[in-house]
Structure formats: structure tokens, C-alpha cells
């Protein structure tokens, strides 16, 4: 029952509301093809979402910077058309090294540095909702229709934890609430998992969110770029590049001429080899190790839960470390060895140590203060 005090005038408009909740009919959804809207054609489409990751020096970075330096000026790359509009990239670090990596494009593309790109000169707290409206802000009063919007990288614009899905929530909400209407592709620049090249850094609630994914992986002198997911577009097949040093034409305080890279294209790349299939005694060596966790397993320290991605949400201590005496223990136990007496030991060491080096090699295993893990 109201209170006797306030009355009621059925003539009365209705409170001030916000415009309904946009539905749109079926059918008006196949009058016609959706036609995407390429800012690189088959890499970043308009309004979409993505994230690039690497592991360190696989020129992640090296990739935004080339993409917003051809989108901002108009110029095809390599080959895939794209838009000329607005690029913002908020960096988060190699602020030295910006101008350098700029010059080296100019060299690249024959082509001065883009007016239409502009760069932060610090990180943005994506996280906090206040900072991500100001953020916002700025970018609509320099380019009130921007394309792309770089964030370089995760880590740096961040002030969550990107181990904590529900801190991810919260920085891709933002995105989605304040950059994403500006009418902008977002890019996200991150880390690769510690302990895969295979997968981004931290909660893997990031990557579906995603409507693209690319990854950035060494191998050997190369850099490939490979799409790791599309939603809606058919995924760019890997791309093999070279880092191409290239002398700026500038001369340092000591009078020496300074040099940067740009990424140089080398065509088609073949995937990246997995990983090989195990003799019989490497595997006997991985077997003893699940043995010795088992047996002797402890919860991973505090530090390797920090430094090593994927520990969260590890249930019935299937996950655990264990020393590598340990698993060394249990491992000379399959090593069978021609030798006998005291040649034995010595010979059954270093069969272990090959066995161990190459699991660690190939991504079984991990290894770190002198505890180590599977890699399943």
C-alpha cells in the first residue's frame, strides 16, 4: 500500500527512462548478406574483439604496430586490403623505443608516419570503469570515429589480476562499455603462457571473449603469425616473417648510427611442428615422474603460482610438484644401462639427464627451483 502522502494521476507521463533494450526481427536479419567490415581484410573487422600473443622478442608488438601504422595511412599489408581511419594505441611500455620502431615502418613502406595515429605516453587502467570512460573520452574528442584501438600490452593496462577470471570480466566489460561503441576493432596485445607458446597468459576466460585470436611464436630465426581463432571469418593461414634490421638514418650522442627492426614478409608458413612422439624410454622417465608426484607431491609454492599460469582451479592434486630428487629416484628404476658396478651410477645419470632435457625441451615438463611438473 502507498503512503497516504503521495498521490497518483493516472494522467501523468511516465518517468524519464532509458530508450527500450534494442531488439531487431528475424527476418529483417536475412533480407540481406551482413557484409564485414575489414580494417585488415580476413584480420580485424570493425566493432570486433581480439587479443595477439606471444612469447617475449616474437614481435607481438612488432605485429599491432605494423597493423595501425598501414590502417592509419591507408596502405595494404602484405597483401590484405585495408581501411584508412583513426588508430589509437595505448602503450603500456617501449615508450623509448616507439619513435624508433616508427622510423623503421617509414623505411619499410616508403611512407611517412601517419597523422592519424596517435599514442599514449602512459598506461590506462582498463579495470577501473572511470579511467576507462576518460580513456574514451580523450579518444572521441581527437577522433570521434576511430577503427582501431591497440591496448599494449594486457599486463600494463591492467591493475587486476589476469589470473582472476572475474578480473577479466571486469576489464572486458569495459572494453565492451566504452571503447567497443566508439565503432573500433579492439586489439589486445598479451603475453604467452609461461609454460606454453600455445595459449595467452593468465584466466582463460579471455580467449572467449574473443571474435579473433592470433598468436606470435618463435621458430628458429623466423616469426610466424598464425589465427588460433575466428568466430565469424574464415582464419588467416599461418604467415612466416623475418625481423629485418634496418639502420633510421639517425646518429646517437656518440656519434654511432641508430638501428631498429621491422618485420619482413616471407610468405606461407608451415604450422609449427608439435611436439614428437616419445621413445620408449622418455616415456618411461615421464611415467616415473607422474609416480614420484603422486608419491611425494606437494602444492606448488607461492612463487610458482605467481610466475606459472594455469595453477588456479586445480582440483583432487592432480597438479602438483615434486622435487627432482624425487623423480629422479623413481626414474633409475626403468633406466636400464650397459654397465655394471660403479659404472652404473654415473651412466644412469646422465641417461636421465638426457631424458629429462629433452621432456623439458618439448614441453612435458617444467622446471623451476629445483621442483618440477607435468605439462599434459
Known amino acids: 500500500m502507498l503512503p497516504e502522502s503521495i498521490e497518483i494521476d493516472a494522467d501523468d507521463p511516465p518517468p524519464a527512462s532509458k530508450p527500450p533494450f534494442p531488439l531487431v526481427s528475424a527476418d529483417q536479419l536475412t533480407v540481406r548478406p551482413v557484409q564485414i567490415q575489414w580494417l585488415v581484410s580476413n584480420i580485424l573487422e570493425r566493432g570486433s574483439l581480439n587479443l595477439l600473443f606471444g612469447e617475449p622478442a616474437a614481435g607481438k608488438s612488432l605485429f599491432a604496430l605494423d597493423w595501425a601504422f598501414c590502417v592509419a595511412s591507408g596502405i595494404d599489408w602484405h597483401g590484405n586490403r585495408t581501411e584508412v581511419a583513426d588508430v589509437v594505441i595505448i602503450a603500456g611500455e617501449g615508450f623509448a623505443g616507439m619513435a624508433r620502431r616508427l622510423k623503421a615502418l617509414e623505411v619499410k613502406y616508403q611512407a611517412p608516419a601517419p597523422a592519424r595515429l596517435f599514442i599514449s605516453q602512459r598506461p590506462a587502467n582498463l579495470i577501473d570503469g572511470n579511467n576507462a570512460q576518460w580513456v574514451a573520452d580523450s579518444i572521441a574528442v581527437l577522433c570521434p570515429r576511430p577503427g582501431l584501438i591497440v591496448v599494449d600490452t594486457l599486463h600494463r593496462n591492467m591493475a587486476g589480476d589476469e589470473n582472476s577470471s572475474t578480473d577479466i570480466a571486469q576489464f572486458v566489460a569495459n572494453l565492451d562499455n566504452f571503447l567497443k561503441p566508439l565503432g573500433a576493432a579492439v586489439l589486445i596485445v598479451h603475453h604467452s603462457g609461461h609454460s606454453t607458446q600455445q595459449r595467452s597468459r593468465g584466466s582463460s576466460s579471455i580467449r572467449a571473449a574473443m571474435d579473433g585470436e592470433f598468436s606470435a611464436t618463435k621458430d628458429g630465426g623466423s616469426v610466424v603469425l598464425s589465427c588460433t581463432e575466428s568466430k565469424d571469418f574464415e582464419p588467416l593461414k599461418p604467415q612466416q616473417f623475418s625481423l629485418k634490421p634496418v639502420d633510421l638514418g639517425w646518429i646517437d650522442d656518440d656519434g654511432e648510427p641508430i638501428t631498429s627492426i621491422y618485420l619482413e614478409h616471407a610468405g606461407e608458413a608451415q604450422p609449427i611442428t608439435t611436439r614428437r612422439k616419445l621413445s620408449a624410454r622418455d616415456d618411461a622417465i615421464l611415467t616415473a615422474l607422474s609416480e614420484a608426484i603422486e608419491k611425494h607431491g606437494l602444492e606448488p609454492t607461492g612463487e610458482i603460482r605467481e610466475k606459472f599460469a594455469g595453477f588456479k582451479g586445480w582440483t583432487n592434486g592432480g597438479r602438483k610438484i615434486v622435487h627432482i630428487d624425487h623423480w629422479r629416484e ?27 632435457d629433452r621432456l623439458l625441451n618439448q614441453g612435458f615438463t617444467v622446471e623451476y627451483g629445483g621442483y618440477c611438473w607435468r605439462i599434459d
Open 330 to 356: 623413481r626414474a633409475y628404476k626403468s633406466i636400464t644401462v650397459d654397465a655394471d658396478g660403479e659404472a652404473a651410477g654415473p651412466a644412469k645419470k646422465m641417461a636421465f639427464k638426457r631424458c629429462r
